[in-house]
């Protein structure tokens, strides 16, 4: 199998230089997940607006070389989620050596979070309407819910169609990390970005400028 994870990995630190791998990383994650949720929103409001500004600004501090760089890694990384549907941008994050005590953040190898994913899901009922409902209060990556609809998966359960997903993270590197994985491999989510313990999402009351909603949620295809 090629190895799409040092495909990406490499293609980061050849861009290093005027930023650092650390940066570079950041705002690929970032432009990623704001196209995908900005190209599935129909109606242009204020939180379309804001993104999409910031979008702009974070890609137009790339010349337009590096800007294809960063396509070319989002087709890389969509591969390697077809080819192994694993916590793919944790594992790149913490390969690339940008995980320290400086930056605060580690990710879980997968085979761990699979395993937990295996442990509690043993006796895991759906809802009335045959749907998964999962929650994950700080979901960094996203590799306990991709782990989670993995073990589903491998149950035959189609977790595209019978998972419904809440994921918060206090830090907006998560929150794009999770949304742009699990908008790739076909999860019903929405991804908020706040403190669960302090500020746990609420329908209707957490702002629209928090959640990010995946493809899935939103019933359109990528």
Not at 70 to 91: I, K, R
Not at 146 to 172: E, F, P, R, S, T
């Amino acid at each position: 199998m090629e190895d799409f994870e040092r495909k990406i990995i490499d293609r980061i630190v050849g861009l290093s230089g005027k930023y650092s791998p650390y940066n570079i990383f950041s705002d690929w994650v970032e432009c990623c997940a704001l196209a995908i949720c900005n190209r599935c929103h129909l109606i242009h409001n204020n939180v379309w607006k804001d993104r999409e500004k910031l979008y702009m600004d974070i890609s137009g501090r790339y010349e337009p070389k590096e800007q294809e760089a960063f396509a070319e890694m989002f087709v890389w990384l969509t591969y390697a989620l077809e080819q192994d549907m694993s916590d793919v941008l944790g594992s790149i994050y913490m390969k690339a050596g940008l995980g320290s005590k400086y930056t605060g953040q580690f990710f879980t190898p997968f085979h761990l979070s699979e395993l937990c994913a295996r442990l509690n899901l043993e006796n895991l009922k759906p809802d009335h309407d045959g749907v998964y409902r999962l929650h994950e209060p700080s979901c960094g990556a996203g590799g306990m819910i991709i782990a989670a609809c993995k073990v589903l998966k491998d149950k035959g359960i189609n977790y595209q169609q019978k998972v419904d997903v809440v994921a918060q993270d206090l830090d907006w590197k998560g929150v794009y990390m999770t949304y742009l994985q699990l908008s790739l491999i076909g999860v019903n989510a929405l991804v908020v970005q706040g403190d669960t313990l302090a500020e746990p999402y609420e329908k209707g009351k957490t702002p629209r400028s928090r959640i990010m909603e995946t493809p899935m949620k939103m019933g359109c295809l990528i």
